[in-house]
C-alpha cells in the first residue's frame, strides 16, 4: 500500500538536501491529480475570492511554479533522489500547462490580462521558469507557442498595476522574457518600475508596500520574504542586472544584507515567526528571505550571528517544520488547507484561493542551489539567542522586538496601518502586541467581547458591550528608542482621544510589559450627543484554554494563579494552559483621578471558536471598566502585561515557574508617570 503523500511530507526533513527534494516531490505531487485536463488549473476547491475563478485556477498552476522549477533545476544539475518518472511527469505537466493556458484557441486558456488583474501576479512565477529554466519552458516549444507565450506574458507592460509590491511582478515577467529573446519584453517599463519601486526603501533594507511620500505604513512580510527582499535577492542574480544595472544590484545586495539583523527578530528559537499582517495563508513563505540570501551568495554579507549558513538555514529548516507539523496545514491528500495552523477562512483575505497557499514555495529555491553549495553543506544551527538582542527597536515598522528566552518572540506595535480596507485590517496591524507564540486574533463577528475577539487591543464600547472600536488608522505614532516607549494615539468617535504609551520590558522580567491609556473626552463632545457611559477592555494575548488531558475541557476557574487555570479578581485576568500562561494586572497610579483608582474588573472571556490564527479555542484576560462619557473628563488606565511560553508545550509551565514569573512589581517608569499627568 502506498505512503500517504502527508505522511511522507511529515516525515522529510528539509535541512539535508534528499530531504528537502523528498519533501517537495512529496507536496508537488499531491498536486498532479488535482490538475485539469490541460494541465493550466489547479482545482484544489470551491471557496471564492474577488477575482475571477479562471484566474483562481491558474493561481494554483502558477504558484506551484515556485517549487516546481527549484526541483527541477535542482535535479537536473545533479541527482536529488527523486523518481525520475516523477520528474518527467511533473515537467511535462507544467510546460504543457503553460503551453496550453497562453493558447487563445484552447479551452483552458488564462484570458487576457486586464488592468489590476490577478493574472499580474500570477505573472511572476512564470517569468522566474523562463529565466531558470528556458529548456524546459521555452527551447522545447514550437514557434506558435513561444509566440503564445511572449504576447500573453507580455500583454503585462501595456496594463495599469498597483502602485504596490505587484510592481516586482511585471519586473520579474520582464526578465523572463529578456531571458529568451521574446519581442514583448521591454526595458522602458522594466527600468521604470524598478525606479518606481526604490520609492519603497525606507532605512536598512525596510520597504513599506508602496511610496513612502505617499504615506503607505504597511510593512509586513511582504517588505521581506514574500515580495520586497526576495523579489530583489533574484534580480541580482539575473546576469544582464549585473552588467547593466551593477549600481542598482550593489543597492539591493546592501540592503539585503542589512535587513538580517532586524528581520531575525520576528523569529523564536522554535522556528516560529511572529503573525503579523496580512496573507499569513502562506505559511512558510515567512522564511523565503533566508535561502533567497544564500542563493545571491550574500550571506557572508550579513552581521554576525547571521552570517552563518548553518544558523540562516536553521531558522528556515525549523519554520518548515512547525508548519508541516501542525496537523491543519496538510490535508490528507497532500494539498494545503487555507489558514495558517489549521484551516480557518476567518483569517484571509478576499483574494485568498485555494491555490494562495502555494505562495510558501518560495522558500523552496535551495533546492536549486548544488549540493557544494554552503547552504547544504552546513550543519543547521539553532539561533543562537544569547548573540542576540533580548530587546530591539525597530524603527522602520513601529515595532519594539522582544526576545524572551529564545522560546518568545513578540513586538509591542504602534504606527502602522493596512493601505486599504482589507477584512480584519485593524487586528492585523493595529494590535498593541503580536506573539509567535500566541499569534493574533480576527473578530467572527460583531456582538460582543467573544466574537470582537480582543487579545492585545484597547478597545471601547459605547453601547454596553455589543460592539467595540479598535484602532486602524492613527492619528499619531512616536518611537522613543533611548526610553523603550512607542506611543500613538487615535480618536474612535468624534470628541473622544484615546493615547496609548507601550513600554518594553525590563531586562529582568522579559514576561512583562507595561501598557498606559488615557482617553480624554474633549469640548467637542459637547457639542454631540454621546451615551453618558463608555466600557474600556484591555486584553493579553490568546492563548489556547483547553486541559492538555482527558477530555480536553476549557480549563477551570481557581482561587490563584498557576499551570492548568483561570483567574480573576477586581484587578487582575490570568489563564495558563501547556501552550502557555498570559495575564493582566492592573497598575493603575497617582496620576489617575480618584474614579481611576477604583479598581478595574479582571475577565477571562472564552472568545468565539476559531478567531485565533494559532489555537482554535483560546481565553483572553482582559480588565474591563465603564467610564463617564462628560465633556472634559480624563480617564487612565495603566496595565502590566505578561506572557510567557514554556519551552515544552507537550508538557507545559509548572506552577512554580508561573508563579516566580508572576510574583515580579512592576513598576511604572517616573517619566511615563509624568506624561499621564501632563
Known amino acids: 500500500m502506498p505512503v500517504p503523500l502527508a505522511d511522507i511530507c511529515h516525515s522529510s526533513d528539509p535541512a539535508t538536501r534528499a530531504g528537502c527534494f523528498k519533501l517537495a516531490a512529496a507536496l508537488i505531487a499531491a498536486l498532479l491529480p488535482r490538475l485539469s485536463p490541460g494541465r493550466a488549473r489547479l482545482l484544489l476547491g470551491n471557496t471564492g475570492t474577488h477575482y475571477d475563478e479562471t484566474a483562481a485556477e491558474l493561481e494554483g498552476y502558477s504558484r506551484a511554479l515556485w517549487g516546481v522549477v527549484p526541483l527541477l533545476a535542482g535535479h537536473r544539475a545533479e541527482t536529488s533522489g527523486v523518481d525520475a518518472a516523477l520528474i518527467a511527469q511533473i515537467e511535462c505537466a ?25 493574472r499580474m501576479v500570477e505573472m511572476c512565477a512564470i517569468g522566474f521558469a523562463l529565466t531558470k529554466l528556458p529548456g524546459v519552458f521555452w527551447e522545447p516549444l514550437t514557434s506558435q507557442q513561444r509566440e503564445n507565450v511572449a504576447r500573453w506574458l507580455g500583454d503585462i507592460n501595456g496594463r495599469e498595476m498597483p502602485r504596490t509590491n505587484w510592481r516586482w511582478f511585471r519586473v520579474m515577467a520582464n526578465i523572463g522574457l529578456r531571458t529568451v529573446g521574446a519581442s514583448t519584453y521591454s ?18 533594507g525596510w ?22 527582499q526576495f523579489a530583489p535577492l533574484l534580480y541580482v542574480c539575473d546576469e544582464v542586472a549585473q552588467r547593466d544595472d551593477a549600481a542598482r544590484c550593489q543597492r539591493f545586495r546592501k540592503r539585503a544584507a542589512q535587513f538580517a539583523e532586524d528581520f531575525v527578530c520576528w523569529f523564536d528559537d522554535a522556528g516560529r515567526a511572529v503573525p ?65 495552523t489549521y484551516e480557518n477562512l476567518f483569517l484571509t483575505e478576499n483574494y485568498n484561493s485555494p491555490g494562495s497557499p502555494y505562495w510558501a514555495f518560495l522558500a523552496l529555491l ?49 504606527g502602522q496601518q493596512p493601505a486599504y480596507r482589507m477584512r480584519h485590517g485593524a487586528q492585523k496591524y493595529c494590535k498593541l502586541a503580536y506573539s509567535s507564540a500566541f499569534g493574533y486574533s480576527v473578530p467572527t463577528g460583531a456582538s460582543g467581547d467573544e466574537q470582537h475577539a480582543l487579545d492585545s487591543t484597547f478597545a471601547l464600547s459605547d453601547d454596553g458591550g455589543e460592539t467595540f472600536k479598535v484602532p486602524r488608522q ?58 453618558a457611559a463608555l466600557l474600556i477592555s484591555d486584553g493579553s494575548f490568546a492563548v489556547s484554554d483547553r486541559a492538555q488531558q482527558g477530555e480536553k475541557r476549557r480549563l477551570e476557574q481557581r482561587d490563584q ?15 495558563a494552559s501547556h501552550k502557555g500562561a498570559v495575564g493582566i494586572r492592573d497598575i493603575t497610579l497617582g496620576s489617575a483621578s480618584e474614579s481611576d483608582k477604583q479598581r478595574t474588573q479582571g475577565v477571562v472571556v472564552p472568545v468565539d471558536a476559531s478567531s485565533n490564527i494559532i489555537a482554535p479555542r483560546t481565553s483572553v484576560a482582559c480588565l474591563q471598566k465603564t467610564l463617564a462619557r462628560a465633556p472634559g473628563a480624563r480617564h487612565i488606565l495603566v496595565s502590566a502585561v505578561f506572557a510567557m511560553v514554556p519551552r515544552d508545550d507537550t508538557v507545559g509551565l509548572s506552577t512554580d515557574e508561573i508563579r516566580k514569573a508572576w510574583e515580579v512589581d512592576v513598576e511604572v517608569p517616573k517619566w511615563l508617570e509624568e506624561a499621564l499627568s501632563a
Not at 107 to 117: I, K, T
Open 366 to 414: 535551495p533546492l536549486a542551489l548544488p549540493s557544494t553549495h554552503a547552504w547544504w553543506r552546513s550543519e543547521e544551527k539553532a539561533l543562537p539567542s544569547s548573540e542576540l538582542p533580548s530587546i530591539k527597536a525597530l524603527k522602520p515598522p513601529g515595532h519594539i522586538a522582544i526576545r524572551h528566552g529564545g522560546n518568545h518572540a513578540y513586538v509591542l506595535s504602534a
Open 187 to 204: 526595458a522602458e517599463v522594466l527600468y521604470a518600475d524598478l525606479d518606481f519601486m526604490d520609492t519603497f526603501h525606507v532605512e536598512r
Open 94 to 118: 507544467w510546460r504543457d500547462g503553460l503551453i496550453n493556458g497562453t493558447d487563445p484557441a484552447h479551452a483552458e486558456y488564462w484570458g487576457a490580462v486586464r488592468d489590476r488583474d490577478q
Open 474 to 531: 492613527l492619528r499619531s505614532a512616536h518611537l522613543d528608542e533611548a526610553r523603550g516607549c512607542l506611543t500613538s494615539s487615535w480618536m474612535p468617535w468624534p470628541g473622544v482621544l484615546v493615547e496609548t504609551w507601550l513600554v518594553a520590558p525590563a531586562p529582568s522580567s522579559l514576561a512583562w510589559h507595561v501598557r498606559a491609556h488615557r482617553v480624554t473626552v474633549t469640548d467637542a463632545a459637547a457639542k454631540t450627543t454621546v451615551p
Open 561 to 575: 494563579v498557576g499551570a492548568d487555570s483561570i483567574y480573576t479578581s477586581s484587578s487582575t485576568a490570568f489563564v
Open 276 to 340: 503579523f499582517g496580512r496573507s499569513m495563508t502562506y505559511r512558510f513563505a515567512m522564511v523565503a528571505y533566508w535561502p533567497a540570501l544564500a542563493y545571491a551568495g550574500l550571506t557572508d554579507a550579513a552581521a554576525k550571528p547571521l552570517n552563518n549558513a548553518g544558523v540562516t538555514k536553521g531558522i528556515w529548516a525549523r519554520n518548515i517544520r512547525w508548519f508541516i507539523g501542525q496537523r491543519g496545514v496538510l490535508r490528507d491528500d497532500g494539498t494545503f488547507s487555507i489558514g495558517y
Open 207 to 228: 520597504n513599506a508596500d508602496g511610496p513612502v511620500e505617499e504615506g503607505v505604513k504597511q510593512m509586513d512580510y511582504y517588505s521581506a520574504s514574500f515580495a520586497l
